[in-house]
């Protein structure tokens, strides 16, 4: 009867292997999910840039009554990489109908982005948001 050698090398290296590769693919996930992840919160953060850009650009034609044309939006805290959030606005007045009231639509845009081009950063967010809002006068 012969005496197997050398088995328990064998084993411990394929276990070494196994255990090496499954290593090298949590580590690689969990690269790609950092990276997803980050971009996600830019994403959401360049949202709610946008979106205060939207509210301020509405607040403004609605006091006002009028539109300033464009804007620019600077914000602090998490949002201050979106500084200059561009705001847009174009009014447009319907004549009186039976009431004798004007209608006066504004359109507003808003647009956020943390770079001036994609190329810039890896985590570019952008993100344009659009609302349009009736205001009836005399």
Same mark, same amino acid.
């Given at each position: 009867?012969?005496?197997?050698r050398?088995?328990s090398l ?7 292997i196994?255990?090496?590769?499954a290593? /090298?693919?949590? =580590?690689?996930?969990?690269i790609?999910?950092? +990276?997803s992840? @980050? &971009?996600? %919160?830019?994403?959401?953060? $360049? ?10 650009? /509405?607040?403004? =034609?609605?006091?006002?009554g009028?539109?300033? +044309?464009s804007g @620019? &939006?600077? %914000?602090?805290?998490?949002? $201050? ?19 004798g ?8 845009d ?9 190329a810039?950063?890896p985590?570019?967010?952008y ?11 005399n």
């Amino acid at each position: 009867m012969r005496r197997e050698r050398g088995f328990s090398l064998v084993a411990a290296m394929f276990v070494m292997i196994v255990v090496a590769l499954a290593v /090298i693919g949590m =580590a690689r996930l969990s690269i790609n999910t950092s +990276g997803s992840l @980050s &971009l996600s %919160l830019q994403q959401a953060r $360049a949202y709610q840039a946008a979106r205060a850009g939207l509210e301020w650009g /509405i607040r403004r =034609a609605v006091k006002d009554g009028a539109c300033a +044309g464009s804007g @620019s &939006l600077t %914000l602090d805290g998490t949002l $201050a990489e979106f500084s200059g959030v561009s705001v847009s606005c174009v009014a447009t007045v319907y004549p009186a109908r039976e009431n004798g009231k004007t209608v006066t639509m504004f359109s507003v845009d808003a647009v956020a982005q943390n770079a001036p081009t994609p190329a810039t950063r890896p985590d570019y967010a952008y993100r344009r948001l659009h609302a349009r809002v009736e205001t009836s006068g005399n």
